[in-house]
């Protein structure tokens, strides 16, 4: 009989799951779902090495394991702790973790140029839900925002390194997709920036993904940039056969145009998976894709406002409330009247219809 | 007179030399290990010594040595910490400079207690020209049979070198030296995996400071439970202590933690007193990054008793009424320092010494100097003075290395001693341009709380 595989107890905010061994605190939080996950602004379950460095996923260790319940002294990232068994932790429930997520958002607005009306992440941006759900309104901050030199990344990938909180995500999806990784981050503390020193720009088929990753507005599409807010755009699921990526998409809608083109992310804002830089930028024609469906958009989203999820067409009711019966034509006005030729298609007309035009 | 274990022999004439430390007794160490003792044996000495991490923290070294993990075919290293940065130290420079055989000494003995091939120094990027003496010392020592394989037929191999860091201050924090070692950027990791299990190219990695492995030299020569006997309680040996700021005579000192910080700074062996007949005001006893205490907390403690100069007196009364040993960088203030000033300085340090990784430290330290610009010339706010209270308490801890903690304790005990000051210089923004604040009460002699 095969021994069966022992399971962890963790107990986060007093809600006690089983998981297997070696899984982090963080993920075990979001098995559980909903408010007891703490927010990651840096981890990234997809990037290997990811995590550690945003702090903003803090949680205090009430009790490190039955075999040592000792609380941890100090509050532990969550997203690179692994449970142990009988581990109790305290998200939500604990004064110190909301404390120090406080100062931590704090923290990342300080530099931030909060410019979200013409920003272009704005929306989808998860600094954005960040400050919302954690922060303070109002900063206590009286010094300039620091500013960075423009630095080009090509005709792809618009950088604003104002915006960045130096997750390191970019920098893990270009090891780990590319071949070669040609930026990275330069200098150190709060001079470091994203860039690639001698200005190149970034053309590796798989780059475009750091647009996705990026959790604020400082990587973004420059296809798409300042067309639209996301929020008027509607995503619909989409693929296509490509020879080099899955080809699972969201296409970004506005009527019949695509605007742009993502890869899907799940519920954690991660991308399922990743796409090439051809079905990123190059398809923005709805005749390149194959329509699946409106993506499911989270409530919690501003995205869900212009959505037509759950949208349906009325039932057509005439034929039963005719009992069965088709509805007749009892007159065709063109039979008796010379008015409004069929002949003419209105939309075809140069300006509004005139008299003239039905002469 | 305190008993000297390191520097006793550092004035001898050519001490540099192999011939003349040769001659001196050095190398006696590895004789005795290689000859009589087991890497185990070699390990328990140095736990009976109670030699604790000279770098700062103080960590019990034996200890560190028997939690290296210890996996079949897989090299184990020891690298040796000289990327000494912290401002007010200087005795790892002093050592190496002066007596280099004997930190290649400790460094052969300790390699072969902890089985390690290939040992690396990673030494500060502004020490050059110690890389050359060093080198020499690695060069002479091969050529005498004293590195290489097969040292004195006992079948261990080992190879010591030397890489220079860039002089980032980080890579004086041992995951972030292994980084800068491995030829990445000096980012310190995220622990655990601590560096005993997974360290240098992912294998077991034991880093220690340059004094510490010093020390394991006497300690072998000596045997550990007589190294014990110096020092009082947890405190054994010898420590180096490098002397700075207002005091007649700065430099490196060896004392054997038993003497009192009074003694310390006005005995004509040490510092020999403050200059000008001026009075003392303040004193940072380990480094920038330990708390400062004022006169009145230095010499005695909040209970009355005499501070010593060792890692319990020292804390004697945690961060509210102490400080810490850290890495030994002890600098003094006297009545015409400023505070403010001086803790200005230290935040400008860490903002631009901050790796950049995590956002606290990244975004604090920068916002804590701004204030204490703001302060020090005179457009500061008492309001000021509670943010960066709250500034700091925001950072401690909640960082992935001690650099965080680090930038955050000298604000925090600047402002937990000296608030007055800072206080003075809200309210007298013009005058505090032109004077200091001055002694004030800071010698003054503190109530001691009467015990039933």
């Known amino acids: 009989m095969a021994e069966e595989k022992k399971l962890f107890k963790v107990t986060i905010d007093n809600i006690t799951i089983e998981v297997e061994p070696g899984t982090s605190i963080l993920n075990a939080a979001r098995m559980i779902g909903g408010d007891v996950a703490p927010p990651a602004m840096c981890y990234y379950s997809k990037l290997k090495g990811s995590g550690g460095k945003c702090r903003t996923c803090l949680v205090e260790v009430a009790a490190g394991s039955t075999a040592d319940p000792r609380p941890m002294p100090k509050l532990v990232a969550s997203c690179r702790t692994n449970v142990m068994d009988g581990m109790v932790v305290k998200n939500i429930t604990s004064e110190r973790v909301i404390d120090a997520r406080n100062g931590v958002v704090e923290f990342l607005l300080l530099n931030h140029p909060l410019d979200c009306p013409i920003c272009d992440q704005a929306g989808e941006c998860h600094l954005q839900d960040l400050s919302y759900d954690h922060g303070k309104e109002g900063t206590r901050y009286e010094f300039n925002r620091r500013t960075f030199k423009k630095h080009d990344l090509g005709p792809y990938i618009q950088l604003h390194m104002t915006r960045c909180i130096l997750c390191y995500r970019c920098v893990f999806t270009a090891d780990q997709l590319t071949n070669k990784r040609v930026h990275g981050v330069l200098d150190r503390g709060d001079h470091a920036e994203i860039a690639t020193y001698i200005e190149k720009s970034l053309d590796n088929d798989f780059i475009g993904n750091v647009i996705d990753v990026c959790p604020v507005g400082a990587l973004t599409d420059k296809t798409f940039r300042f067309k639209n807010r996301v929020w008027f755009l509607k995503p619909v699921d989409a693929h296509r056969d490509c020879p080099k990526c899955s080809g699972k998409v969201t296409l970004w809608n506005r009527g019949d145009e695509v605007f742009r083109v993502t890869a899907r992310k799940d519920q954690w804002g991660e991308v399922e998976d990743w796409i090439c830089n051809e079905c990123r930028f190059e398809k923005k024609s709805t005749n390149d894709w194959v329509i699946e469906g409106p993506t499911k958009v989270s409530r919690q989203s501003v995205i869900s406002q212009g959505h037509y999820e759950g949208l349906k067409m009325p039932k057509e009711t005439l034929v039963e409330v005719l009992d069965g019966r088709k509805p007749r034509l009892l007159m065709d006005i063109h039979d008796v009247s010379e008015v409004n030729k069929p002949t003419v298609d209105l939309s075809k007309i140069a300006g509004p219809a005139h008299s003239d035009d039905f002469k | ?452």
């Open chain 2, 1 to 452: 007179m305190g008993r000297k274990l390191l520097l006793e022999k550092a004035h001898v004439p050519g001490i540099r030399s192999y011939e003349v430390y040769r001659r001196e007794g050095g190398y006696a160490s590895v004789e005795k290990a290689f000859k009589h003792m087991s890497p185990d044996l070699v390990t328990e000495e140095v736990k009976k010594s109670g030699l604790r991490g000279r770098g700062g923290a103080g960590f019990p070294t034996g200890m560190k040595w028997s939690f290296l993990a210890k996996p079949e075919g897989v090299p184990r290293y020891l690298v040796c910490n000289a990327d000494e940065s912290e401002p007010g130290t200087f005795k790892d420079r002093y050592l190496m400079e002066f007596i280099p055989h004997l930190l290649i000494e400790g460094l052969i003995v300790a390699s072969y207690a902890l089985g390690s091939n290939r040992t690396y120094i990673y030494i500060r990027g502004e020490y050059a020209w110690i890389v050359d003496i060093l080198e020499q010392a690695i060069a002479e020592a091969n050529a005498n049979g004293w590195l290489g394989k097969n040292i004195m037929g006992t079948g261990f191999d080992c190879q010591i070198y030397v890489q220079r860091g860039a002089g980032a201050y980080i890579c004086g924090e041992e995951t972030a030296l292994i980084e800068s070692l491995e030829g990445k950027r000096g980012n310190p990791r995220i622990k655990p995996p601590f560096p005993a299990v997974k360290g240098l190219w992912d294998c077991p990695t034991v880093v220690n400071n340059v004094e510490t492995l010093a020390a394991v030299v006497p300690i072998i020569n000596l045997g550990g439970e007589e190294y014990a006997k110096i020092g009082i309680g947890k405190s054994t040996g010898t420590k180096l202590i490098s002397a700075c700021g207002n005091i007649n005579k700065p430099g490196v000192f060896e004392i054997d933690m038993t003497i009192s910080v009074e003694e310390f700074i006005y005995s004509e062996e040490y510092c020999g007193g403050i200059p000008n007949g001026k009075k003392l005001k303040a004193c940072i006893p380990g480094g920038s990054s330990v708390p400062i205490l004022p006169a009145n907390l230095l010499f005695k403690t909040a209970k009355g008793d005499t501070r010593i100069m060792n890692y319990e007196s020292l804390s004697d009364g945690g961060f509210a009424t102490g400080t810490m040993m850290g890495s030994g960088g002890f600098i003094v203030l006297d009545e015409d320092q400023c505070v403010v000033r001086h803790t200005l300085t230290l935040a400008r340090f860490y903002r631009h010494e901050s790796c950049g990784q995590c956002s606290p430290c990244r975004e604090g330290t920068g916002w804590m100097e701004k204030i204490l610009k703001n302060i020090e010339y005179g457009k500061g706010k008492k309001s000021d003075i509670d943010l960066l209270w709250d500034i700091q308490r925001k950072i401690e801890g909640n960082t992935i290395c001690p650099l965080g903690d680090a930038a955050a304790w000298p604000v925090a005990a600047a402002i937990r001693h000296f608030r007055d000051e800072f206080e003075w210089h809200v309210d007298n923004p013009v005058e505090s341009q032109s004077r200091n604040f001055g002694l004030a009460h800071y010698a003054d002699p503190r109530p001691v709380p009467v015990t039933a």
